[in-house]
C-alpha cells in the first residue's frame, strides 16, 4: 500500500491540508518530553518544585508549554491554526536525574492536536533548560514523542 504526503499538492508543492469535508470529532494528544537534569537541580526540588531568582521552574514551563501549543501554527508553517479547548502540562520527576513533561490538548475539530501536544512538551522542556543552564550545559532533552492520539481517521497508543 502506497502512502501520500499529506502536505504536498498533485505538483508536490507544499500545501496545507484542505480539511474542508472533514466531519467535526472531539480530537486528543497526549505528547511527552523527558528532560535529564544534573543532579545538582534535581537536588533542589522542594516538593514539586524548584525555586529560583528567575522564579518557579516547573510553573514557569508549564505556563510556557502551554503558550507554545497555543502558538503551534506560527512554528510549524502548514498547522492549521486551532483555537484549542484543553491545553494541560504536568511536570514530574522520574528518578534522581530525570524529569517527564505530559502535554494533553484536545478540541473538537476537523483536524487533529498532535502538533499542539508535541510542541507543548517541546516548549515547556526547552524552559527548564532555559532555566537550569547555568547549573552547566550536561542536561539532555530526550524522547519527545508522541503518547496517544484519538479522533479523526485513526487512534494511536503507545
Given at each position: 500500500m502506497s502512502k501520500d504526503f499529506t502536505?504536498?499538492?498533485?505538483?508536490?508543492?507544499?500545501?496545507?491540508?484542505?480539511?474542508?469535508?472533514?466531519?467535526?470529532?472531539?480530537?486528543?494528544?497526549?505528547?511527552q518530553a523527558i528532560v535529564q537534569l544534573n543532579k545538582e537541580v534535581i537536588a533542589m526540588m522542594e516538593g514539586d518544585e524548584i525555586k529560583t531568582k528567575?522564579?518557579?521552574?516547573?510553573?514557569?514551563?508549564i505556563l510556557a508549554g502551554i503558550m507554545g501549543a497555543k502558538k503551534?501554527?506560527?512554528l510549524i508553517p502548514l498547522c492549521h491554526p486551532l483555537g484549542l479547548e484543553k491545553c494541560?502540562?504536568?511536570?514530574?520527576?522520574?528518578d534522581e536525574e530525570h524529569i517527564k513533561i505530559i502535554c494533553e490538548t484536545s478540541i473538537e475539530s476537523k483536524t487533529g492536536v498532535e502538533m499542539e501536544a508535541l510542541t507543548g512538551a517541546t516548549v515547556a522542556a526547552l524552559t527548564i533548560y532555559d532555566m537550569c543552564k547555568?547549573?552547566?550545559?550536561e542536561m539532555q532533552i530526550k524522547e519527545i514523542?508522541?503518547?496517544e492520539k484519538?479522533?479523526?481517521?485513526?487512534?494511536?497508543?503507545v
Open positions: 502536505h504536498l499538492d498533485k505538483n508536490d508543492n507544499p500545501s496545507m491540508v484542505n480539511v474542508g469535508a472533514k466531519q467535526i470529532s472531539k480530537r486528543k494528544a497526549v505528547a528567575k522564579g518557579p521552574i516547573f510553573q514557569t514551563a503551534t501554527s506560527d494541560a502540562v504536568t511536570i514530574n520527576k522520574l547555568s547549573f552547566g550545559h514523542k508522541l503518547l484519538s479522533g479523526g481517521k485513526s487512534d494511536y497508543k
